[in-house]
C-alpha cells in the first residue's frame, strides 16, 4: 500500500517561505516520478514541480521557476518543495504525487498515488 503523507503547509506573509515535506512508503520508486500539485478554491490542478527518481531530473512550473524548488532524499524516502517569495496566489491545497515514468509529467491525471493535501495560505 502506497502512502504519501505531506507535512509543511500552514499560513505565511507575503514574501515568506515554507518547506513541504512528503514521506513516501509502500514500494520502491526507482523507475518514478515524483512531484507536487496545487489546487486552489474553484480552479483545477495544477502542476508545481517533478523530480525523477532514479536520476534527479527536475522540471518546475513556469509560475514557479525561481522561487519554488524540488528536491528528494532518496536514502529516506523524502520528497521536499521548498518555497520561497511566496505570492497570495501560491494560496492552495499541495498534494504530493507519484507515478511510474518520466513523460508529459504535467498531467495531474497520470498520476496513480496521491497524499492528502496540506493547505499553504499566503495572507498578510
Known amino acids: 500500500q502506497v502512502q504519501l503523507v505531506e507535512s509543511g503547509g500552514g499560513l505565511v506573509e507575503p514574501g515568506g517561505s515554507l518547506r513541504l515535506a512528503c514521506a513516501a512508503s509502500g514500494r520502491s520508486f526507482g523507475n518514478h516520478a515524483m512531484g507536487w500539485f496545487r489546487q486552489a478554491p474553484g480552479q483545477e490542478r495544477e502542476f508545481v514541480a517533478a523530480?525523477?527518481?532514479?536520476?534527479?531530473?527536475?522540471q518546475t512550473a513556469n509560475s514557479v521557476r525561481g522561487r519554488f524548488a524540488i528536491s528528494k532524499d532518496s536514502a529516506k524516502n523524502m520528497l521536499y518543495l521548498q518555497m520561497n517569495n511566496l505570492k497570495p496566489e501560491d494560496t492552495a491545497i499541495y498534494y504530493c504525487v507519484a507515478r511510474y515514468g518520466w513523460t508529459v509529467i504535467h498531467r495531474p491525471d497520470l498520476y496513480t498515488y496521491w497524499g492528502q493535501g496540506t493547505q499553504v495560505t499566503v495572507s498578510s
Open positions: 523530480i525523477k527518481w532514479s536520476g534527479g531530473s527536475t
